[in-house]
């Protein structure tokens, strides 16, 4: 069993920038892909980022290239999520999951954080 813990969320303004932490407990997620995902109120919830078992490969949603950058420390069980150039859109609550395959969809994570919630004020 994998439990994960999300941390770093907050208010921020617009411009401004947030890194998130998922630190794993329990097995190890060194052979797991670890992604984000987030939820705005009201809305479905959305894809981020994904970053293979190695930290070789990433896949990021469209609407965070250039400004979200994941990254991850097998030795750590942490997987980080460095968001720069926030905006209002970005607003959500942030959810980190693993999984044994490296997609975008998240039916295919098994293991979930419970959230972290980040604000950004225009």
């Known amino acids: 069993q994998v439990q994960l813990v999300e941390s770093g969320g907050g208010l921020v303004q617009a411009g401004g920038s947030l890194r998130l932490s998922c630190v794993a407990s329990g097995r190890t997620i060194s052979s797991y892909a670890v992604a984000w995902f987030r939820q705005a109120p009201g809305k479905e919830r959305e894809f981020v980022a994904t970053i293979n078992w190695s930290g070789g490969s990433t896949k990021y949603a469209d609407f965070v290239k250039g400004r979200f950058t994941i990254s991850r420390d097998n030795a750590k069980k942490s997987v980080s999520l460095q968001m720069n150039s926030l905006n209002p859109e970005d607003t959500a609550v942030y959810y980190c999951?693993?999984?044994?395959?490296?997609?975008?969809?998240?039916?295919?994570?098994?293991?979930w954080g419970q959230g972290t919630q980040v604000t950004v004020s225009s």
């Open positions: 999951a693993a999984g044994t395959n490296y997609v975008s969809s998240s039916y295919e994570y098994e293991y």
